[in-house]
Structure formats: structure tokens, C-alpha cells
């Protein structure tokens, strides 16, 4: 063909896409067979082409077989008949996503996976969480890891669900509260991220109309560094032997909206008593 000729095909082919709405193969193989415009048009309204087959979606085979790869590197599961990956084969999966245990989006990978605890993936939520995500190899799910961590990092919503989840996924099972140190493993991955990246980013609270002295809700400095440390050395002294899932769920909250300087604490709100006695240790040391 002649670039002339193709030159004329390529106009014909755009006013076929603009006059039907066609994609660029349909109007190319319609103009080859009717070489004429009109006439092209009226045979794609005549005889369309088949609509194409929507995708099948994620195969419940494939993902199975990636869950027992997994389960059967288990070596000794402390239930045998209980139908879940155990830590051996976590250990696994982990290294094949070329992440590590302490890396945030395994607390993402949890959630999106239904694990109820750490180093258990039950087949049924395994399943589940797979077609959620829309996929079905391990290749697929790796490419995924980075969209998944930087969620975390900047969407407060869904760092919400990853915080939340994370108290029962670190819990053994049959315990009501969180043991302290747990809690401080898992607070230490999730504050950094949270902070550096916006998740946890901080709300002003409203100011009063007839004072002007004090910083306008934009200039209001929100948790830090030094408070991240002033909690954990908190914890360390009068923490106790563990943290609520009431303390744990009103912490993220008061991440968010505390001021650094707790000038705007009030009292009377009904935080838990962890984080009272934490304000009333700040101003102590503050004051000290």
C-alpha cells in the first residue's frame, strides 16, 4: 500500500472510530473488506462484531495450589488438622515476595488476606482475599507490593483498617488484651509510617473566635518524634502488662489530634485511662 493510500485508510479508520465509537482494529478490518466509508458504517451496524468475553477473573485452582505449595512447607503445624498455612510456609511466601516480617505491607497483606493471627492463613480467607485482589500468582501479587505499602503510608482510611486489624493479627489467640511488648513492635512499625507518610497526619482542633493569642488549627504542630519515645519510655515505666483494644483503637485517634504541647488535652473526654496517665507524664516531664 502506498503512503498515500495509507494516509486515506487512516482518515477513513478515524471518522469509522468517531462515527460508531468502534476500537481501531474493528474500523481497520470493516474499511479492508467494504473499502467504502458509508458502506463500512452500515455492515459494522448490520453484522457487529462479537462482543469480546469478559475475563473469568482470578482462577480458584491457581491460587489453590499456591496455598498448598505453601502448606506444605509447614513442618510440624501445632494442629495438623487445622487447614492453614503456618510459619514455616509464611516464611516462605515471604521470601518469594522479597519482603521481611517486620515490613508494613505484611500487616497490608494480612488484612487484604483475611489472616486472623500472625503466621496463620486459613484456605478459605486465603481464597477469598486472592480474588478480592483480582489476582492469582505470586508474580501478580509481588507487583502489587508497592501500591500496597504506599497506601498504608499516605491513605488515613486504609491505614485505619491495616491499624485496626493489626491488634487481633498480633494477638494470641484466647487473649483479650495485646502483651505489651507486641504492642510496642507493632506500634513501632506503624507510627513512623503513618506519620512520614500522611496516614497519621494531624487534624487542628478549632480555635476559639476571641483568642488571638493562641496558633491559628495551621500552624498547630500534631504528634512527633519525641512523643513517639515519651510513650514507649511511658510504657516501659507504668505501661503495665498489656494494652486494651480500647487503648489501641483511641491511640490512632489521639495520634491524630492531640497537639504537641497537649494545650487542648480535655480531661473530661473519655480517653483510657493509659493515655490520661500519659498526658499527666508528659507534663511531668515537661515541667521537670
Not at 462515527?19 to 451496524?45: C, F, H, N, P, W
Not at 497483606?109 to 489472616?115: G, I, Q, R
Not at 480500647?246 to 488535652?265: A, G, L, N, P, Q
Amino acid at each position: 500500500m502506498s503512503s498515500k493510500a495509507s494516509r486515506a485508510l487512516q482518515d477513513q479508520i478515524t471518522q469509522f472510530c468517531g462515527i460508531t465509537g468502534a476500537s481501531t482494529a474493528d474500523a481497520r478490518r470493516y474499511l479492508e473488506k467494504y473499502k467504502r466509508l458509508d458502506q463500512a458504517v452500515d455492515m459494522y451496524y448490520t453484522n457487529p462484531p462479537p462482543a469480546p468475553t469478559k475475563s473469568a477473573g482470578p482462577s480458584t485452582t491457581k491460587i489453590t495450589q499456591i496455598f498448598e505449595r505453601y502448606k506444605a512447607a509447614d513442618e510440624a503445624p501445632a494442629d495438623p488438622s487445622a487447614d492453614m498455612i503456618t510459619f514455616e510456609g509464611t516464611t516462605l511466601f515471604c521470601e518469594e515476595l522479597g519482603i521481611t516480617p517486620d515490613d508494613i505491607v505484611v500487616l497490608a497483606l494480612a488484612y487484604e488476606l483475611k489472616s486472623p493471627r500472625m503466621g496463620e492463613w486459613p484456605r478459605k480467607q486465603w481464597i477469598d482475599g486472592w480474588k478480592s485482589l483480582g489476582i492469582d500468582s505470586v508474580e501478580a501479587l509481588k507487583g502489587r507490593l508497592p501500591a500496597m505499602r504506599d497506601q498504608v503510608r499516605t491513605d488515613p482510611a486504609y491505614f485505619a483498617k491495616i491499624y485496626q486489624h493489626a491488634f487481633d493479627f498480633a494477638r494470641a489467640e484466647g487473649q483479650r488484651s495485646l502483651p505489651m511488648e507486641s504492642a510496642k513492635a507493632f506500634w513501632e512499625m506503624l507510627i513512623p509510617v503513618g506519620i512520614e507518610g500522611g496516614a497519621l497526619s494531624h487534624i487542628a482542633s478549632e480555635e476559639d473566635d476571641d483568642d488571638d493569642a493562641k496558633m491559628t488549627p495551621a500552624d498547630e504542630e500534631g504528634w512527633n518524634e519525641n512523643l513517639t519515645k515519651l510513650w514507649f519510655d511511658f510504657l516501659d515505666e507504668r505501661g503495665g502488662k498489656g494494652i486494651s483494644k480500647d487503648t489501641w483503637s483511641m491511640f490512632r485517634e489521639f495520634v491524630r489530634t492531640i497537639d504537641s504541647k497537649f494545650e487542648k488535652y480535655d480531661v473530661d473526654a473519655a480517653w483510657p485511662s493509659q493515655i490520661d496517665d500519659f498526658v499527666e507524664y508528659v507534663k511531668e516531664h515537661s515541667s521537670g
